[in-house]
């Protein structure tokens, strides 16, 4: 659209450009008649322009008086009639421009013009080829038409230029987030603009709450853990002073006992909450390992097989549940436990194992344990071990299977299969 109302323009220029000139010519060209002695129109060549006497040079006229008409020796040979008789239906008093298609592939813009002069009708016809500057044009508008591609070129470069730079803070903030996951603390660019000031900080605000909420859910447990330690003894002691119903008292202090003393280790495992952040087993879970070795020092080896780098599930997830059942195998192993993780045969997910060469479970509470919601651990005793439910809610959460069997090493071998497209909630 530019480019057409460009090309309009320009011809619009050259065609009143053309036109004055030919105007000026046309005067030039009455003010040169003169009368010779006869009283007869002559015209004077002394004040023709030259490029009227060159053949063929591509300015022409033709001044028709009451006796004759006076052609310009650049016409030669040419027949203007056509181009006169043509006039002659359009022809007014006022000056008439028009355009023919001269001989040699010449194109014309003629002028005619219907004066008087010492009493006599003249009728000048004076024309130009334009085509040379019809070719300037079309050289213009193509150079112009380059010019534009260039300068075309050159914004978009610049507009890339302007929207990576100002866009380069979403790269800052995708880097910063990736560095949480790795267990850096977050920190957001300080640069930020302000269109997206606003949704950075609430994005910070947010993953902030969450770790604060998690500490003071965890805090709660511990403390609610430890609280409980006296009443329990207290328990324990009215055991002691009512042999009658000791029995009763005692199995209601090791189910409590059990419970809180599980608690505090889930919490001691967890540690600090780091939301967002992703599983990186070989820096975890040797830590775990240190920690129930401190908790339990009954010589038990770690056997790790664990593949390096961060995996694509959150850490704090990936340490309640490993945590858990390294608890309950740690704690029925005999000499040894081992963990092993590696992605699944078809590439889609994780593997892992966590077993033992403890006593083991039968065959009838292997399937009971399936059940979900059963909790069991190696000795046999209900409600103090696996706590398999909190397994579960992980592992469904990442929309895996959970399994156990019997392991080679003679304890209790727990499976776990994780796809890696679905993150945990």
């Given amino acids: 659209m530019v480019l057409s ?17 030919l105007l000026h010519d046309a005067e030039g060209l009455l003010a040169a008649l003169v009368l010779d002695p006869d009283q007869q129109l002559q015209l004077d060549p002394t004040r023709v322009s030259e490029l009227y006497q060159r053949a063929y040079s591509g300015h022409y006229f033709a001044i028709t008086t009451p006796n004759q ?10 027949d203007i009639a056509p181009f006169r008789n043509q006039t002659d239906r359009r022809a007014r008093p006022a000056p008439t421009l028009a355009h023919w298609d001269g001989p040699k592939d010449q194109e014309w813009l003629s002028l005619e013009l219907r004066v008087e002069k010492e009493q006599q009708a003249l009728r000048i016809w004076i024309t130009e080829d334009i085509t040379p500057l019809g070719a300037a044009q079309r050289r213009f508008e193509l150079s112009l038409l380059a010019l534009l591609a260039v300068a075309i070129a050159l914004l978009l470069l610049l507009q890339k230029f302007i929207i990576t730079r100002e866009m380069s803070v979403f790269n800052d903030v995708q880097q910063s987030l990736k560095a949480m996951q790795g267990g850096a603390e977050l920190v957001f660019p300080s640069a930020i603009p302000l269109e997206i000031a606003g949704l950075v900080t609430e994005i910070e605000h947010a993953l902030q709450q969450s770790v604060k909420q998690l500490k003071r859910s965890r805090t709660a447990v511990g403390n609610l853990a430890h609280e409980l330690k006296r009443p329990l003894q207290q328990l324990r002691w009215l055991a002691q002073q009512h042999p009658d119903a000791s029995t009763d008292l005692l199995a209601v202090y090791e189910q409590l006992q059990g419970l809180v003393t599980r608690e505090l280790r889930r919490a001691a495992i967890a540690g600090n909450p780091s939301p967002g952040q992703r599983f990186n087993p070989r820096a975890d879970l040797p830590v775990i390992g240190q920690l129930l070795a401190r908790q339990n020092p009954n010589g038990i ?36 436990v081992a963990v092993s993780i590696a992605p699944r045969a078809d590439g889609q997910g994780w593997e892992c194992s966590v077993e033992d060469d403890g006593p083991g479970l039968s065959a009838a509470d292997y399937e009971q344990l399936s059940q979900r919601g059963v909790s069991r651990d190696e000795s046999g005793s209900e409600h103090h071990g696996l706590g398999l439910h909190i397994c579960w809610a992980v592992v469904d ?14 304890g209790l071998q727990i499976h776990l299969s994780l796809p890696s497209q679905t993150q945990g909630d």
């Fill in 69 to 78: 008409v006076i052609r310009s020796r650049s016409l030669w040979d040419i």
């Fill in 397 to 410: 959460s990442y929309g895996g299977q959970l399994s156990m069997r019997r392991s080679d090493l003679g």
């Fill in 5 to 21: 109302l460009v090309h309009l323009g320009l011809q619009q220029l050259t065609k009143e450009f053309v036109a004055a000139r």
């Fill in 301 to 336: 080896e770690l056997q790790l097989n664990l593949p390096p780098g961060l995996m694509p599930f959150e850490r704090d997830d990936m340490l309640e549940l490993l945590g858990n059942l390294l608890d309950n195998a740690w704690r029925f192993a005999a000499t040894l």
